[in-house]
């Protein structure tokens, strides 16, 4: 089994609507819940992290943690054409010299006006 | 602009060749990586470096050669590469190696004919 799955989608949505993706994750130990932003031509750019189950909110987004069911899921609410990217989600364990950092593939979102 | 540059955004070489990649940061962080990313497929960690010592190697080809010479800047040489190694090579930099936020560069685009 794959530590992070995400699914590519393409997702294509009309602006305005609500946004949901997801990821499922493996190993318990991870620490950090992330979700990065990745727009055509440039490098991903961190959106939302979190590291604990729970909900958190930053405007129009909202990332959820359920470690019971190793599950994250970003909201988007209010979409719109600029938040057309591709939205990866990605998990950190790292202390005591060791570094693991896992990437799911990466769902590419269309907003259409 | 992220504060981390990377040169050249492309780049084309023969199996033969050797080229290096280049990264530099102005954030004054002291945990940089480089990055692998292929088309259908998850972001990979390649090099993890903190205060200028490598942390991590997860499983790299020999070819793959980083060399961090001071905590600004960080180099991948590259030599007898193969073509399924054309991907889009990205460097990002962190506060330290426990600080899930990262900062990406744009990337070279590298394709090996």
């Known amino acids: 089994q794959k530590e992070v799955e995400q699914d590519p989608g393409p997702l294509s949505v009309p602006e305005g609507a609500i946004v949901s993706l997801n990821c499922t994750y493996s190993n318990s130990a991870f620490q950090y819940f992330m979700w990065y932003r990745q727009y055509s031509r440039k490098g991903p750019e961190l959106l939302m992290y979190?590291?604990?189950?729970g909900n958190k909110e930053d405007g129009r987004f909202t990332a959820q943690v359920d470690k019971s069911s190793k599950y994250i899921s970003l909201f988007i609410r209010d979409s719109q054409p600029s938040d057309s990217a591709t939205y990866l989600c990605?998990?950190?364990?790292?202390?005591?010299?060791?570094?693991?950092?896992?990437f799911g593939k990466g769902t590419k979102l269309s907003v259409i006006p | 602009e992220t504060g981390v540059t990377q040169t050249p955004r492309h780049l084309v070489m023969g199996m033969t060749n050797k080229k290096s990649l280049k990264c530099e940061q102005h954030?004054?962080?002291?945990?940089m990586y480089w990055y692998k990313q292929s088309a259908k497929k998850p972001l990979e960690l390649m090099f993890v470096?903190?205060?200028?010592?490598?942390?991590e190697n997860n499983s790299v080809p020999s070819r793959f050669s980083p060399e961090c010479p001071n905590s600004s800047h960080l180099f991948l040489h590259l030599h007898t590469l193969q073509p399924e190694d054309s991907a889009l090579y990205l460097c990002?930099?962190?506060?330290?190696?426990?600080?899930?936020?990262?900062?990406f560069g744009a990337g070279t685009r590298l394709s090996v004919l």
């Open positions: 470096y903190s205060l200028e010592e490598r942390v």
């Open positions: 990605a998990i950190l364990n790292s202390g005591a010299g060791s570094y693991q950092l896992t």
């Open positions: 990002a930099s962190s506060q330290d190696m426990t600080a899930p936020r990262q900062y």
């Open positions: 979190t590291y604990s189950s």
């Open positions: 954030l004054g962080h002291n945990a």
